[in-house]
C-alpha cells in the first residue's frame, strides 16, 4: 500500500461516448498521485482501444480486460489489483472537477474521518445540467444509509489504513452493488462525511429516473433481505423511505 497514492476504479461496459471525457477529468487533477485502473467488462464497441491509447500516454492509468461480469465483478477486479491507500470509484460517463482530489483528501483530514462523499452537478448526456445539485448530508451513519443512499459513487472516497480493502457483493451484478459497498465500510467506520462543494458531475442518461427506479426496487428489497439480513417487516419500511427519498432527491 502507497501512502499517498489513490487508486481511482473505473469499471466500463460499452463506454465509448464518454470514456475519453472521465479520464481527461482524472488527467486533469491538481493532485497528481493517483492511479486509474479502467476494467473493461467485455465490451463490444471502442472502449478498450480508447483507454489503450491513454494508457500509451500515462503510465498512472492501465487497462485490464474481463468477460462480461457486471460492475461489481469490475470494481472488485480493481480493487484487488489497487496499490494506494485510498480508493475512489469513478464510473465510465461520470466527471471529477480538476479540484476533486485535493478537496476530498483535504475534508477527509480536516474530519479525520476515513469515508467521505461530496456534493455534485446532475448533468444529461450533453454535458448539460438536468437537475439542481445534490448536496449530501454533512454525516450520515449505517441507518442513514438505509433510507437513502447519500454516497454517489463518483464521490465516495474511501480510507483503507485501519480496516483494509473492502470488496462489492457480486451477487448484486450492476443493482445495488455499490450500496451494500457502501453499508459494508459504513460498519466499520460509523459515519461518512458529506463535502458540500460541488466537485463533480454525475452523468443522468436518457433512461427515465422512474424506470431505473422501477427497475431496482427488487435489488433494494434484496439489500436489506439478502445482503443486511433485516427482518421483512424492516426491509419494507426502509424501501418505502428509500422510495420516497428518491422521490424527492430526483425532483427538478
Same mark, same amino acid.
Given at each position: 500500500?502507497?501512502?499517498?497514492?489513490?487508486?481511482?476504479?473505473?469499471?466500463?461496459?460499452?463506454?465509448?461516448?464518454?470514456?475519453?471525457?472521465?479520464?481527461?477529468?482524472?488527467?486533469?487533477?491538481?493532485?497528481?498521485?493517483?492511479?486509474?485502473?479502467?476494467?473493461?467488462?467485455?465490451?463490444?464497441?471502442?472502449?478498450?482501444?480508447?483507454?489503450?491509447?491513454?494508457?500509451?500516454?500515462?503510465?498512472?492509468?492501465?487497462?485490464?480486460?474481463?468477460?462480461?461480469?457486471?460492475?461489481?465483478?469490475?470494481?472488485?477486479?480493481?480493487?484487488?489489483?489497487?496499490?494506494?491507500?485510498?480508493?475512489?470509484?469513478?464510473?465510465?460517463?461520470?466527471?471529477?472537477?480538476?479540484?476533486?482530489?485535493?478537496?476530498?483528501?483535504?475534508?477527509?483530514?480536516?474530519?479525520?474521518?476515513?469515508?467521505?462523499?461530496?456534493?455534485?452537478?446532475?448533468?444529461?448526456?450533453?454535458?448539460?445540467?438536468?437537475?439542481?445539485?445534490?448536496?449530501?448530508?454533512? #454525516?450520515?451513519?449505517?441507518? *442513514? @444509509?438505509?433510507?437513502?443512499?447519500? =454516497?454517489?459513487?463518483? /464521490? $465516495?472516497?474511501?480510507?483503507?489504513?485501519?480496516?483494509?480493502?473492502?470488496?462489492?457483493?457480486?451477487?448484486? #451484478?450492476?443493482?445495488?452493488? *455499490? @450500496?451494500?459497498?457502501?453499508?459494508? =465500510?459504513?460498519?466499520? /467506520? $460509523?459515519?461518512?462525511?458529506?463535502?458540500?462543494?460541488?466537485?463533480?458531475?454525475?452523468?443522468?442518461?436518457?433512461?427515465?429516473?422512474?424506470?431505473?427506479?422501477?427497475?431496482?426496487?427488487?435489488?433494494?428489497?434484496?439489500?436489506?433481505?439478502?445482503?443486511?439480513?433485516?427482518?421483512?417487516?424492516?426491509?419494507?419500511?426502509?424501501?418505502?423511505?428509500?422510495?420516497?427519498?428518491?422521490?424527492?432527491?430526483?425532483?427538478?
Amino acid at each position: 500500500m502507497q501512502d499517498t497514492l489513490v487508486s481511482i476504479i473505473t469499471p466500463v461496459y460499452n463506454g465509448e461516448k464518454y470514456i475519453a471525457q472521465t479520464i481527461e477529468s482524472v488527467l486533469a487533477q491538481t493532485y497528481p498521485d493517483w492511479e486509474m485502473l479502467i476494467i473493461d467488462d467485455g465490451s463490444r464497441d471502442n472502449s478498450a482501444a480508447i483507454a489503450r491509447d491513454y494508457c500509451a500516454r500515462d503510465s498512472r492509468i492501465s487497462l485490464y480486460s474481463q468477460t462480461n461480469a457486471g460492475s461489481a465483478a469490475a470494481r472488485n477486479n480493481g480493487i484487488r489489483r489497487a496499490r494506494g491507500r485510498y480508493i475512489a470509484l469513478l464510473d465510465a460517463d461520470d466527471l471529477w472537477d480538476s479540484t476533486f482530489l485535493a478537496s476530498q483528501l483535504n475534508f477527509m483530514k480536516e474530519k479525520g474521518a476515513l469515508l467521505v462523499c461530496s456534493a455534485h452537478r446532475r448533468i444529461d448526456e450533453y454535458g448539460r445540467e438536468c437537475l439542481k445539485p445534490f448536496f449530501p448530508p454533512e #454525516k450520515a451513519t449505517y441507518t *442513514d @444509509l438505509l433510507r437513502t443512499c447519500s =454516497i454517489s459513487c463518483l /464521490t $465516495g472516497l474511501y480510507d483503507t489504513s485501519a480496516y483494509g480493502k473492502v470488496f462489492l457483493n457480486e451477487k448484486f #451484478k450492476s443493482l445495488r452493488d *455499490d @450500496l451494500v459497498y457502501w453499508l459494508e =465500510i459504513v460498519k466499520k /467506520t $460509523g459515519a461518512v462525511y458529506g463535502n458540500q462543494e460541488i466537485i463533480a458531475s454525475f452523468r443522468i442518461s436518457g433512461t427515465s429516473v422512474t424506470h431505473n427506479k422501477k427497475k431496482v426496487i427488487v435489488p433494494q428489497y434484496k439489500v436489506y433481505r439478502e445482503s443486511e439480513g433485516l427482518s421483512r417487516i424492516k426491509s419494507l419500511y426502509y424501501l418505502l423511505c428509500w422510495a420516497w427519498n428518491g422521490f424527492i432527491k430526483y425532483r427538478r
